[in-house]
């Protein structure tokens, strides 16, 4: 097994041995979150045919009009009418919105700028032939590519769905991801504290990114430092593609995980990521289920989420569109403690003059989750890098979903 290798290595390793999970074919109702397993192609143009965009006349111009123009109106098309009667110059129908041009009509004015009175109305301000016309497959020709496999469904490619006719769509099945926190020291929510105890709270932050993440969520509740009861545990949670595991990951004699993982059988691709917070993460595969040790310390946790695990789920969900990528920020705060090893800083983004100035949370300690809160960004400090000073550039990565 490897020991302290750097991030790139890391998710070289990882990311070379994740598969997408399975598709499934649902209703578009359901689509929320989900990743499309396929290209999506128009069956139909959209609009499918040339319609107007105004409530007006629809006529016959030509270029050399008379203002004002007199026309007979001799029919009325609402919306979700097929037009019939040709329209032969000196005639009008009178058109509402998103109602379809009549054949013979090649322009539609305003009603605004129009007097109707009995059967003819008078155009005061005559347009030009092909005026105020959406034609037939503006947005979408048929055969169209309209989204690529891999997309992440959000609410405006539903509605690209749902706009071109298609009910049902095929996606890849939800990551099924099993969470445990393991520490003697913990206790979970809505009993006094007792001595020496702390509320777990790893579960909870988890599984919350890992909801908004479009994933299934399988908590165990708190696991002791026991190998047998933690492999135990591992058994229960056979069905899931992903386990997530905080807690016990570093050098003490109570740090178990990556024993656990080991003796359940798992190939341990390394241990220990050369950087802060959170050091001590390993991560083991066996068949196809992904193992993630990460530090029990909850600022730690999350970072190491944000840098490693992240990127595996949105592999693992069938996800290609692109990642954030990172940018050059601008320090607003100083931080003196700096060493030997890569660091990443949690701030809040501001926007000022055109830059991204990024304000450190006042507190970077590991165990501090309430550092996140407000936080934006991880900012990238290098190995070997001295005091960070107000006003530095360094290089930058969004925190998704992160508290805004
Ligand atoms: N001798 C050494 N000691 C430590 C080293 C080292 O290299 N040599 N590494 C330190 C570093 S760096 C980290 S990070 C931590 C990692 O510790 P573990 O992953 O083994 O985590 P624990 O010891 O179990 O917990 C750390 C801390 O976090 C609290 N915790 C744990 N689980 C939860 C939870 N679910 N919710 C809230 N808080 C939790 C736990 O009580 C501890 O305070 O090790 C250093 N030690
Ligand atoms: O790697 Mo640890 O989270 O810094 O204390």
Known sequence: MKIMIELEEALELVLSRIRPVETERISITDAYKRVLAIDVTSQIAMPPFDRSPLDGYAYLATEGDPKPLRLNVVSEIPAGTFPERVIALGEAAKIFTGAPIPPGANCVVRMEDTEQVGDEVT??????????????????????????????????GIGLLAAVGMDQVTVYRRPRVGLLSTGSELMDVGQPLRPAKIYNSNSYTLRGILQEAGCEVFVIPIVSDQIVETIEVLKRLADTDMVIATGGASVGDYDIMRHALAQFGCEMLFWKL??????????GLKEKQFFFSL???PAAAMVTFELLVRPALRKLAGRTTAEDGHFLVKMASGFGKTGKQRRFLRAQAVFKNGEIWADLAPA???????SMIGSHLLVDVPANHGPVEPGELLMAGRIPGCSC
């Open 295 to 297: 530090s029990g310390n």
């Open 123 to 156: 155009i005061l301000h005559p347009v030009l032939p092909g005026s105020n016309i959406i034609h037939r497959g503006e947005e979408i020709k048929e055969g169209d590519l309209l989204l690529k496999q891999g997309f992440f469904l959000t609410p405006p």
């Open 364 to 370: 970077q300690g590991s165990g501090i989750l309430r």
């Open 274 to 283: 050369n950087l802060k917070p959170g050091t001590p993460v390993s991560v």
